[in-house]
């Protein structure tokens, strides 16, 4: 892969950091979603609902640290 490439063990250990990372970053999120009730000729009744997630922070943390494992055995791997 040259000097420089990574393997595929890295790169995902990198993906797996920043992906818990942000889970850390952002715990919660937010989603809407519009449904029509009910439609009558041009006339639309409809409501939006707003569900909330939870990234636990065990996640996070295992993503985390699956990624630095596989980040250094990429390395360790390369010698």
């Not at 990198?14 to 989603?31: D, M, R, Y």
Request: aromatic letters at 8%.
């Amino acid at each position: 892969m040259g000097r420089f490439g990574m393997s595929g063990g890295t790169m995902v250990g990198t993906v797996l950091v920043l992906l818990g990372l942000f889970g850390f970053a952002v715990p919660v999120f937010t989603t809407h979603e519009t449904k029509d009730l009910a439609k009558i000729g041009d006339l639309k009744i409809q409501t939006t609902e707003d569900r909330s997630y939870a990234i636990p922070q065990l996640l996070s943390g295992g993503a985390v640290i699956v990624g630095v494992v596989l980040i250094g055995a990429g390395f360790f791997q390369r010698r």
